[in-house]
Antibody
Framework: QVQLQESGPGLVKPSQTLSLTCTVS??????????WSWIRQHPGKGLEWIGH???????YYNPSLKSRVTISVDTSKNQFSLKLTSVTAADTAVYSC????????????????WGQGTLVTVSS | QSVLTQPPSVSAAPGQKVTISCSGS????????VSWYQQLPGTAPKLLIY???KRPSGIPDRFSGSKSGTSATLGITGLQTGDEADYYC????????????FGTGTKVTVL
């Protein structure tokens, strides 16, 4: 059974960098075939795609966040990470990691496993 | 980035049917597959439908999906109280701002 678990600080000060890690079990990131994704949900709001990374390090980011986001992968630890710089209160959200499947040829994209999510609050 | 538009809410009595629409454009739904997710209160989203109309193992056939042009639809028949949740569509946008995009979400209420 594939499991994903987010970890990282639950409180970040404004203007600082939000850093989260997703630890994957039950699947090997380096085996390829999946796109390891970050998604967030503002309190009481809908889901927002942040971006994803392939085991090779290839990334796609949400254009609205692209200037502040970096997603990286550590295949030796079977983890991938999210960094979001210059955070404001508007970045307060539940951040979730998910395993995605993407077929570029016919543009099929979906997420079959999700972490439980972790609330990150931006406040001084 | 483009937006996928869903109705904020739909409702029906137990046993009835609801449909949820997801409206996009030619750069996303128009040339990509759509997936659907159920998010029960306080839980992670769960994949219900992928590739427009395919159900993962364990998803009952009360849930169905379809796509036509730049819109997709999720149908739920035999509505149960346990279906009360938020539902989201997702697709890939292949415009200059390529990436994944979520629908605005729909709250299903079982009356």
């Amino acid at each position: 059974q594939v499991q994903l678990q987010e970890s990282g600080p639950g409180l970040v000060k404004p203007s600082q960098t939000l850093s989260l890690t997703c630890t994957v079990s039950g699947d090997s990131i380096r085996s390829g075939g999946h796109y390891w994704s970050w998604i967030r949900q503002h309190p009481g709001k809908g889901l927002e795609w942040i971006g994803h990374i392939y085991y090779s390090g290839s990334t796609y980011y949400n254009p609205s966040l692209k200037s502040r986001v970096t997603i990286s992968v550590d295949t030796s630890k079977n983890q991938f990470s999210l960094k979001l710089t210059s955070v404001t209160a508007a970045d307060t959200a539940v951040y979730s990691c998910a395993r995605g499947l993407l077929r570029y040829l016919d543009r099929s994209y979906y997420f079959d496993y999700w972490g439980q999510g972790t609330l990150v609050t931006v406040s001084s | 980035q483009s937006v996928l538009t869903q109705p904020p809410s739909v409702s029906a009595a137990p046993g009835q049917k609801v449909t949820i629409s997801c409206s996009g454009s030619s750069s996303n739904i128009g040339n990509s597959y759509v997936s659907w997710y159920q998010q029960l209160p306080g839980t992670a989203p769960k994949l219900l439908i992928y590739d427009n109309n395919k159900r993962p193992s364990g998803i009952p056939d009360r849930f169905s999906g379809s796509k036509s042009g730049t819109s997709a639809t999720l149908g739920i028949t035999g509505l149960q109280t346990g279906d009360e949740a938020d539902y989201y569509c997702v697709t890939w946008d292949s415009s200059l701002s390529a990436g994944g995009i979520f629908g605005t979400g729909t709250k299903v209420t079982v009356l």
